[in-house]
């Protein structure tokens, strides 16, 4: 199953006549948890600095790492305020546009179609409501 947006996760498994989960379907899900727990067991996100001016959030890695899944997520107790934002990865001394998307939210993990290679992430804010608040920033 997949979602989109703030869509729900629905796993959509009922229990059996005796009110348990069938046993396959138990051990599905522990394998599913462990699969998640381990791909998101290693942020590699190490510090984050604001341009406000500027609309760009610099993000700095462990190193030159791997990046397939980077999370973002608005502070939601101030309110869902961007519009639309790009991230931007160094690769060979140049920044490039590796995503785009529209609202952030609570929560928005963003997929790269391809894992890149680098050191440094930018998230850049094209278009918000007023004043935005990120209030995390992963990438695994």
């Known amino acids: 199953p997949s979602t989109k947006g703030m869509g729900g996760f629905s796993l959509n498994i009922p229990p059996d006549k005796t009110g348990n989960i ?41 190193d030159k790492s791997e990046v397939s899944i980077i999370e973002l997520s608005e502070d939601i107790l101030k309110g869902q305020h961007i519009e639309a934002f790009e991230v931007l990865a160094l690769v060979d001394n140049k920044y490039n546009t590796i995503c785009k998307g529209t609202t952030i939210g609570y929560k928005r993990l963003l997929r790269l179609g391809t ?17 935005y608040f990120i209030k995390d920033i992963k990438a695994f």
């Open 22 to 62: 069938n046993k396959i379907d138990s051990i599905t899900l522990v394998n599913f948890k462990s699969k998640l727990d381990q791909l998101f067991s290693n942020n590699l996100v190490v510090s984050t600095n604001e341009d406000k001016d500027d609309a760009i959030i610099n993000i700095n890695l462990k």
């Open 115 to 131: 894992p890149i290679q680098t050191n440094n992430l930018k998230l850049k804010v094209l278009s918000s409501r007023g004043d």
